[in-house]
């Protein structure tokens, strides 16, 4: 990998593990009182968990994508969306979060041994630079949103 890649591919991982100007979706799930994972709050459409199980979907969606010509995506949007509020126990929510850092994990090690630039043959155009620039976006519109809740609900220092 030459030093201009390794500088890009530095910076998308920045980018995906949060941080600098935006809260991590990590900080924005910490210290976070179970009891409120699954509350609406009024004029929402979703709750804490709907939002860290579809960052958890889409995200593990992408990835695939990238890794395997044969990944069929979830229907759009309704697999995409729990339908159920709250997590039905304490390690749905432990599962969801271990995999939206495992997968994350896994997508910067795939980066890192890509050309990032090339477009993937079974897509339309993407390549893994434009999946690694969707995923940071869609995890940090939907951490703010998590924020947000929280804000409503009380629960953000």
Request: net charge negative; glycine share 8%; charged share 25%.
């Amino acid at each position: 990998m030459n030093d201009q890649n390794k500088l890009l591919i530095d910076e998308l991982t920045k980018l995906l593990l949060g941080g600098s100007a935006h809260a991590t979706f990590d900080h924005a799930i910490e210290g976070l009182n179970p009891k409120l994972r699954g509350v609406k709050p009024e004029g929402m459409p979703y709750s804490i968990w709907q939002l860290v199980e579809h960052i958890r979907i889409a995200q593990w969606d992408m990835l695939q994508f990238c890794k395997d010509a044969n990944h069929q995506s979830p229907k759009w949007p309704d697999d995409y969306w729990p339908k159920e509020s709250a997590p039905e126990d304490e390690a749905a929510w432990t599962g969801a979060i271990k995999q939206i850092g495992d997968d994350l994990d896994e997508f910067i090690e795939l980066m890192e041994h890509s050309d990032i630039y090339q477009k993937l043959q079974h897509g339309d155009g993407q390549s893994i630079l434009r999946e690694a620039l969707q995923i940071a976006d869609h995890a940090s519109y939907h951490t703010g949103e998590i924020i947000a809740i929280r804000r409503f609900l009380g629960d953000w220092k």
